[in-house]
């Protein structure tokens, strides 16, 4: 069976400092893989989202950059971060047959 | 561009009680639609997936409608219990693989 993972799990990070959150998928080949981010009392939004190695798309212009070095890796990071970077960071894969998203745990970021 | 709609955003119910979760969305040109729970938190867990060409899917006490030519779809959770207490999301899905999110229903499940 497919499993996800992130970490770390919980994150405190005075602004300016970089960033580095990792997930990882088990059990599939070849996925889809999304970034999201949910900040406190909003919705979810689309970060980033990779249909292969090295293949990133961006949805929105931030500090943000993702990689992907490797089929089942997937990267978020920066090089300083900004207050409004707080939040719940959710990672997620997809595949076939439906493309069924499947999410990860989560990071929940806070940025002092 | 696809705006996706979750009425209400907060719902309040005696245990036992069936209740129904709206979501609407306003182009119909959908790859799915997919239901999800999210408790306090932690991550999100899909609930129901519905492919386009589908009415429905159901899962235990889960039940969720989709009628694409309306933009209409709802979740129909059959005697309600504590743990059924969660955000409940709404997402469809465009041809690239991506997911457009409602804004979600608050459910509490009152003893």
């Known amino acids: 069976s497919q499993t996800i993972h992130q970490w770390p799990a919980t994150l405190v990070q005075p602004v300016g400092s970089p960033l580095s959150l990792e997930c990882t998928v088990e059990?599939?080949?070849?996925?889809?893989l999304y970034w999201y981010r949910q900040a406190a009392g909003r919705g979810l939004q689309l970060l980033f989202y990779s249909v292969g190695i090295g293949q990133i798309s961006s949805e929105v212009p931030q500090n943000l950059s993702a990689s992907r070095p490797q089929d089942r890796q997937f990267i978020l990071s920066s090089k300083k971060l900004l207050l409004s970077d707080s939040g719940f960071y959710l990672c997620?894969?997809?595949?076939?047959?439906?493309?069924?998203?499947?999410f990860g745990p989560g990071t929940r970021l806070t940025v002092t | 561009k696809q705006e996706v709609t979750q009425i209400p955003a907060a719902l309040s119910v005696p245990e036992g009680e069936n209740l129904v979760l709206n979501c609407s969305f306003t182009d119909s040109a959908i790859y799915n639609l997919q239901w999800f729970r999210q408790d306090p938190g932690k991550g999100l867990t899909s609930l129901l997936l519905i492919q386009s060409s589908q009415r429905e899917q159901t899962s235990g006490r889960l039940n969720a409608s989709l009628d694409k030519s309306s933009g209409r779809s709802t979740l129909y959770i059959a005697a309600s219990q504590p743990g059924d207490s969660a955000t409940y999301l709404c997402?469809?899905?465009?041809?690239?693989?991506?997911?457009?999110w409602g804004a979600g229903t608050k459910l509490i499940i009152k003893p």
């Open positions: 997620a894969w997809a595949g076939d047959p439906s493309y069924e998203q499947y």
């Open positions: 059990g599939t080949s070849n996925p889809n």
């Open positions: 997402a469809v899905e465009n041809s690239n693989y991506q997911l457009i």
